[in-house]
C-alpha cells in the first residue's frame, strides 16, 4: 500500500499494479481495496497489461477525509494519483465512479488521455429522476441522524431491493462495510447531482477518447444513457458487452480495456 496526499491534506491510500501504461481506476459506490467489488477483481486481470492504481476513495478504506465534502476535492485526489504516476494517465470508472471519472476528465483535461466508463448511472427518465430526488432526501436526514444501517437500506431499496429482504441483508458480512462508509454515499450523490439526469451538455465538452459500456442482462436505462453520452461525446464509442449485469465480470471487462487503452 502506497499513499500520495492530496491538495487539502486527505491522504490517499492505493496500490500499485504492473507495468505499462498507467491506469488509474476510479471505484463505485461502498467500492474500497479491502472489499471484494468488480474493481477489486479487475485490479490483478488489468495489471498483466498496465501500470494499474487501484485506490481507496476519500473516506474509505485506509484514505482519510477532509469536510466539507465538494466534488473538486475528489478530483484533486486523482490529480494527485497522476502526478505520482508521472503527470498522465488513462481513467476507468464504474458506475458512480465512471461519473466521477467523467468530472475528473473534464477539469484534468491534459492529464487525462483516454477516459472508460462502465454503467454510469444516469437516468433522465421522469419518474427515476423523482425517486432520485426523493432519496437524496431520505440520505442526508438518515446520515445527518447517523442512521448508517438505514442510509444503506436506502440505497438497496432504490436498487429494486425489496424492503422485507432488508432485514435478512444485515447477516452479510458486507453490510459492515457498507455501513462504514456510508457517509460516503453522499458524495456519490453529489458527483451524480440533483436528479441523475444525463449530463449531456457536460459530457459534450470531453474531448478526449472516450468508451462507454452496459450490460446486455443489466437495467435497460443503463443502456440507453450509454447510448445518450456515447451520442454526447464527440470522440465517444459504445459497446454492450453480452451476457453482463451491473455487476460486470472482470474477464469481459479486460478485453475491451485493452484493446481501447492500446
Not at 34 to 41: I, L
Not at 102 to 118: D, F, S, T
Not at 159 to 181: D, F, I, K, S, T
Amino acid at each position: 500500500m502506497k499513499h500520495v496526499q492530496s491538495a487539502d491534506g486527505t491522504s490517499i491510500a492505493f496500490d500499485q499494479l504492473g507495468q505499462g501504461p498507467v491506469v488509474i481506476l476510479v471505484p463505485g459506490i461502498f467500492e474500497q481495496r479491502a472489499m471484494e467489488s468488480e474493481t477489486s477483481q479487475l485490479a490483478p486481470q488489468l495489471a498483466e497489461h498496465f501500470t494499474v492504481f487501484h485506490y481507496d476513495r476519500r473516506g474509505r478504506g485506509d484514505s482519510t477525509d477532509t469536510l466539507p465534502y465538494a466534488v473538486e476535492r475528489e478530483i484533486e485526489d486523482i490529480a494527485a494519483l497522476i502526478a505520482y504516476a508521472g503527470g498522465s494517465a488513462f481513467l476507468f470508472g464504474i458506475s458512480s465512479g465512471a461519473a466521477l471519472a467523467l468530472e475528473a476528465a473534464i477539469k484534468l483535461a491534459g492529464k487525462v488521455h483516454k477516459l472508460g466508463m462502465y454503467e454510469p448511472p444516469y437516468n433522465s427518465d421522469e419518474d427515476a429522476r423523482q425517486a432520485w430526488r426523493g432519496f437524496r432526501a431520505q440520505l442526508a436526514e438518515a446520515l445527518a441522524a447517523d442512521r448508517r444501517g438505514d442510509a444503506v437500506g436506502l440505497f438497496m431499496t432504490l436498487l429494486g431491493v425489496p424492503a422485507e429482504h432488508l432485514g435478512g441483508m444485515h447477516q452479510y458480512p458486507m453490510w459492515r462495510m457498507w455501513e462504514a462508509v456510508a457517509p460516503t454515499m453522499a458524495y456519490d450523490a453529489t458527483i451524480l447531482g440533483e436528479d441523475a439526469s444525463v449530463p449531456v451538455e457536460k459530457a459534450a465538452r470531453v474531448t478526449i477518447p472516450t468508451l462507454i459500456m452496459d450490460g446486455s442482462e443489466s437495467y435497460p436505462f443503463m443502456h440507453i444513457t450509454a447510448m445518450t453520452l456515447a451520442s454526447s461525446i464527440p470522440n465517444a464509442k459504445q459497446r454492450t458487452l453480452q451476457g453482463q449485469n451491473h455487476e460486470v465480470n472482470a474477464q469481459a471487462l479486460v478485453p475491451m480495456l485493452r484493446a481501447f487503452f492500446t
